[in-house]
């Protein structure tokens, strides 16, 4: 059966030759799903082309999730819907009502015929590593969320730069990469600046900073403080911690958020007078809670917008995401 047609003088590249061979005879039903195709080295040898040019072809069906290849076997039909223009993988840290947000927000604005492949690696290196070492030649980009994980460029070098778009956090090591980010330790020192004038009627600020926060927030706040002449404190855990007056508490998780609020709402302390509170990441619960919420928040849907844009322009640029601070009646 002759699946590959190659000729000299139809004016069409012969990798996109290749490439409609294998799309015609999908839509013919000489491929379905499973079957094996010609090998790069027998088109080579059969048509006299070289192997750079097969290899672009094999390489686009790849990574429109047509095919898939098996080590020492050869090249198979993975997928008979040709309706695919590209494969997206994303690489989240965690899922949360702002990552959530967020991905919603590009899948709105990416074109309506590329797949997304969403994984997690909930802070884990080896998780992080295994996912996008198998993930390696089956996509056209590459949308990673490094979060706070150490020497990610080790593993992100595997992959062809110009198909890597980095999300939320950089690292030093990856600046060559394009990349959609938050700047946290100039927004916390921007947005703390914002309130300064609430934050004087208070003793301290305590900053609560745990190993998955980006550094940047822990650098930013300390910076502003002795800057500003603030009393401060950096905990790791409200555990064994009650709050007291005069305190102004930054949260960044809303798991922790709840637990400080518990404690407040049980004590005689009233919240915006005796003690203060600044969360990230605004939500609608927060605009109505205790009269509202004050919160340093990033525009997580606008994140997702310019994500889209920049794959579907194929721009390779670094765009500092949008932040605000939103004032409320706990501060």
């Known amino acids: 059966m002759n699946l590959i047609l190659i000729e000299d003088s139809v004016g069409v590249p012969k990798y996109k030759q290749i490439v409609l061979s294998v799309e015609n005879a999908i839509s013919n039903g000489k491929l379905k799903k499973g079957d094996l195709i010609p090998s790069i080295n027998g088109v080579c040898k059969e048509f006299s082309i070289s192997r750079d040019t097969v290899l672009m072809a094999y390489n686009q069906l790849k990574g429109r999730g047509i095919i898939h290849s098996i080590p020492g076997k050869g090249y198979y039909i993975k997928s008979e819907n ?4 590209q494969k997206i993988f994303v690489l989240f840290d965690e899922l949360n009502a702002f990552k959530e947000d967020l991905y919603n927000s590009f899948l709105k ?8 492949d969403i994984f997690f690696h909930h802070f884990n290196y080896d998780v992080f590593s295994k996912l996008i070492y198998d993930s390696i030649g089956n996509y056209n980009s590459y949308v990673i969320m490094p979060a706070n994980l150490k ?4 593993v992100l070098d595997k992959l ?10 950089m690292h030093a090591e990856l600046l ?15 947005n703390l600046k914002k309130g300064e004038t609430y934050l004087k009627k ?7 900073f745990q190993e998955r926060q980006p550094l940047g927030m822990l650098t930013g706040f300390e910076r502003f403080c002795k800057e500003h002449s ?16 005069g305190e102004t508490y930054i949260i960044p998780d809303d798991r922790n958020l709840i637990r400080i609020m518990k404690k407040i709402l049980s004590s005689p302390l009233k919240l915006g007078v005796d003690i203060g509170i600044i969360s990230y990441n605004d939500t609608l619960l927060k605009e109505i809670i205790e009269g509202g919420i004050t919160t340093i928040s ?8 310019t994500l889209a844009k920049m794959i579907i322009d194929n721009e390779h640029q670094q765009i500092e995401n949008c932040n605000s601070f939103i004032l409320r009646s706990s501060l």
Request: hydrophobic share 35%; proline share 3%.
């Open 82 to 85: 040709l309706g695919l223009s």
């Open 109 to 116: 604005n990416i074109d309506e015929d590329v797949q997304v």
């Open 151 to 154: 020497d990610t460029h080790l």
């Open 160 to 169: 062809p730069k110009e198909k890597v778009y980095i999300l939320d956090q």
């Open 176 to 190: 060559d990469y394009a990349a959609v980010f938050q700047d946290f330790e100039k927004d916390i020192y921007k």
């Open 202 to 208: 208070y003793n301290k600020l305590i900053l609560l």
């Open 230 to 245: 603030f009393n401060f404190e950096v905990v790791n855990s409200f555990e064994d911690r009650e709050p007291k007056k």
């Open 298 to 305: 990033t525009d997580f849907n606008k994140m997702g917008e």
